[in-house]
């Protein structure tokens, strides 16, 4: 049986195609890699299409998004060209919907393409995950860029809705460390170095760049939530595969590499803070049970937001 790696790209092939060959170098399980360009420009989206003509010739096809084909096998790689930028819950769920189309796909890893393998990440992956208790979501340790600095952000408890609140009530200003003390609270690897040493340990929040979960279940989830364009998508995950009784682990015993930023250092501030604030409002009021001060309180803090986007 296949794992379907999906990539996003938006703008960014030169990350995406140094990902893909990290796979290519580590990787020794069967997979199929399924990239979808959310709607980049030209230039970047020909770079990806002959790129993968080169390397992968006739086990390479190219869907542009909304072409209605039938798939029963895909080939090692397959570009969906997407015209928009759809964000990051409806950019992947463009990618589950062609893996689910074949039959031999079994697990999916949900990959950013700032993402680098430095080792072969899938078969620990996928025995952890079909050994671990009630197993949601397994993810991997991740560094940073330089290698050797732990990404905190891969092993996280899932935020109190009030901090969440309080996060945009302060608009995001480190007043008194405040926000820095309460971000620091859920990491924790920072809290608990000793959990480095755990083959795998249960986590909240695993890190949305670097997710291997079975098809079957994210199917069942219907995928990601597209009310969010970017961000809370690892929050909304952990809530819907909590109700299901269903854990989430962090795999400090694999390793891989967090780039960071690199697709959305590309986009302006304004536009990034206020999908930020709509996705948090999103998640608060479809997954969280909010007080009725606590909805008032929000309101309030809606009506001092940046109305327009800026890209």
């Known amino acids: 049986m296949y794992t379907a790696v999906i990539i996003l790209n938006f703008n960014n092939s030169e990350d995406t195609i140094n990902c893909i060959s990290s796979i290519l170098k580590y990787n020794d399980s069967p997979i199929r890699i399924v ?18 003509n080169t390397h992968f010739k006739d086990d390479f096809r190219l869907l542009r998004d909304g072409e209605n084909v039938e798939i029963h096998s895909l080939p090692y790689v397959t570009l969906v060209a997407s015209d928009t930028n759809d964000g990051y819950a409806r950019g992947n769920n463009k990618g589950l919907e062609i893996a689910y189309k074949d039959d031999s796909i079994r697990d999916l890893l949900i990959l950013n393409n700032d993402i680098l393998l430095i080792e072969n990440i899938i078969p620990r ?4 995950y079909y ?9 991997p340790l991740l560094y ?5 600095s732990v990404e905190y952000n891969c092993a996280r408890k899932n935020p109190k809705d009030s901090d969440v609140i309080l996060r945009f009530l302060f608009h995001n200003r480190n007043i008194l460390n ?15 170095p000793k959990l480095m040493d755990l083959e795998y340990f249960p986590v909240d929040l695993t890190s949305g760049s670097c997710m291997f979960i079975s098809k079957n279940l994210m199917k069942s989830l ?13 929050n909304i995950l952990y809530k819907k595969l909590s109700a299901l009784g269903l854990v989430n682990y962090c795999a400090p015993c694999v390793h891989a590499i967090h780039l960071g930023g690199s697709s959305t250092g590309k986009v302006h501030n304004a536009f990034l803070w206020r999908c930020n604030f709509e996705s948090a409002g999103y998640y608060l009021e ?3 049970n909010l007080s009725f001060l606590q909805k008032v309180l929000w309101k309030l803090i809606g009506w001092t937001m940046p109305k327009d986007r800026v890209e």
Do not use: M, P, Q
Request: net charge negative; glycine share 12%.
């Open 131 to 139: 050994h671990a208790e009630n197993c949601g979501v397994v993810s």
């Open 178 to 192: 405040i926000l820095g003390k309460k971000s620091d609270g859920l990491k924790l690897l920072k809290n608990n």
């Open 222 to 234: 219907g995928g990601f939530d597209e009310g969010t364009f970017l961000y809370y998508e690892e």
């Open 35 to 52: 990239v979808v360009d959310n709607g980049s420009r030209d230039e970047e989206e020909k770079k990806l299409e002959r790129y993968f």
């Open 144 to 148: 940073a860029r330089d290698g050797s």
């Open 286 to 288: 479809k997954y969280c």
């Open 125 to 128: 992956l996928k025995e952890i």
